[in-house]
Each structure stands twice: as C-alpha cells, then as structure tokens.
C-alpha cells in the first residue's frame, strides 16, 4: 500500500494543534524583573487562524509552558482549547483525542523541537516550521518555507485549505 501524500492528509483535517513557543512564536521568550513575560506572535498566523475557525477547523494550542500571555493570544483569536504545562505532548494529544472525540486522521500538528515528537507520530498530518530541528524534519509529512513565528500557521492553513479545495471560497469573503 502507498503511503498517502500529505496533500491528502491534508483533505481530512478537522483539527489544527499548534506548539506555541517556536511555532506561534520565533522561540524567544523575554521575562521582565518580575513575573511578566513576553511573546511576539505573527499577525498573520493569527488571521489565519481566525479564517481556519470560519471555515470549520478548530485550533487548539498545546505547549509545555504555562503563559497568560498565551491564554490571552488564544482569546484574543477563539482559539477551541489550550493545554498548557503538558510535559508529555503524546499524552496530551491521547487526552484531546478522548476528551474531544477527535480521530488522529483529522488532526495536524506542527511542531519545532524534539519535544514535539511524541504528538506529531499521534496526528495524522505531522507538520512542521521551516527551522525545526532535524528530527523534526525527518518525521514531517509537510515543512513550512516559513522559521516559527514568521508565517508557518499562515502557511500551514493555507496549505490544508487549498488541498480542500476552499482556499478560493475562504478569499471570498474578503473580496466585498
């Protein structure tokens, strides 16, 4: 049996889980003298994000920090669910499979770093940042042109739109 490409992969995916720090953003993380901390977010992603929700695919942001500053990003775009301080990725996505009722083969994940690993050999479209790391790479059905933080979600749901065939439908509403 052929493998399927991750073009068809990407014609069933429901679900849109995002690794945060290196994947929302460029992986930096700035904390202040006391307990602010801050992230920078690409616009873009964001809108996306926004469009992909329109168009019926839930995101959800899984990271093994714990930020307000992401609750607030993931408020501020309707994000479906966060799940912070999850230190074991694979059991997490187990847990959001079970508690959602969401099948693997409808769930991409894009992810970074090593850490990452066990959640992308649980989606079905396994995705990742232009400058993940190399065994990050090597286990991805789809690598973004664009590093974390600069345009990978962007690229990511304009990727599974367009393999849906509702890439031109979701322009649409922005052609008024």
Request: no cysteine.
């Amino acid at each position: 049996m052929v493998a399927a490409t991750a073009h068809e992969k990407a014609r069933k995916i429901r679900w849109l889980v995002l690794d945060v720090d290196g994947v929302l953003t460029d992986g930096r993380i700035i904390l202040d003298g006391g307990d602010g901390e801050w992230k920078a977010f690409d616009v873009r992603d964001g809108q996306r994000i926004v469009l992909a929700a329109h168009e019926g695919i839930r995101t959800v942001f899984l990271t093994g920090r714990s930020s307000r500053v992401v609750e607030r990003r993931a408020a501020e775009l309707g994000v479906y669910r966060v799940f912070q301080g999850a230190h074991d990725k694979g059991e997490t996505m187990d847990r959001f499979f079970q508690e959602e009722g969401a099948r693997p083969e409808e769930t991409a994940y894009l992810g970074d770093d090593i850490v990452d690993l066990p959640a992308l050999s649980r989606a079905g479209l396994a995705t990742a940042v232009g400058d993940a790391v190399p065994e990050v790479q090597a286990v991805a059905d789809w690598i973004a042109a664009s590093p974390g933080g600069h345009g990978a979600v962007r690229e990511l749901v304009e990727f599974i739109l367009v393999a849906q065939g509702r890439w031109e439908s979701a322009l649409a509403r922005f052609a008024r």
